[in-house]
């Protein structure tokens, strides 16, 4: 259930990212995705009830779909053609090897601490990162570097 709710939010943000990047500077939907995310760890540490827990992943969903276009539009513009397999690769094992270290790290939180302990942990470690990033978000999503007028030829 948690997955198909949460798939069904990535279904939305799919669908609404368009509209949110003429809307909403990439710099600004890093800081909200970031504010979503430490939120989302909050609440679920904050409840054990399905009831609550269900709308929660479905934001999350959303978030992360949104996140990830961000993240990869922001990655391609930073680097350069090509050297952007590379540096994809790379991503992918930093973001996979986390998943590993993460759930091995919850697994023994929750022995320990209880069910909710990992999400105690993620809401600390996501509020610490926000604030200490959150001024760079604009120059990490290049907003401050103007972007090349590509012309067509009359050709």
Not at 21 to 38: A, Y
Not at 101 to 108: I, Q, T, W
Request: glycine share 14%; hydrophobic share 50%; proline share 3%.
């Amino acid at each position: 259930m948690v997955t198909t709710v949460g798939a069904l939010g990535g279904l939305l943000g799919t669908t609404v990212y368009g509209w949110l990047t003429r809307h909403v500077s990439l710099g600004d939907l890093m800081r909200i995705g970031l504010v979503i995310e430490t939120l989302t760890h909050l609440a679920l540490a904050l409840t054990t009830s399905p009831y609550v827990a269900l709308p929660v992943f479905f934001v999350f969903g959303a978030h992360a779909f949104v996140w990830g276009t961000t993240s990869v539009t922001i990655r391609q513009r930073a680097v350069p053609t090509a050297l952007q397999g590379r540096v994809g690769s790379v991503n992918l094992v930093g973001v996979y090897g986390g998943l590993v270290v993460g759930a091995g790290l919850g697994g023994l939180l929750a022995q320990h601490g209880g069910v909710t302990a990992p999400f105690w942990f993620a809401f600390a470690g996501s509020a610490v990162f926000v604030v200490l990033i959150w001024r760079q978000l604009s120059h990490v999503a290049h907003e401050d570097v103007t972007q090349p007028v590509v012309e067509e030829s009359a050709g």
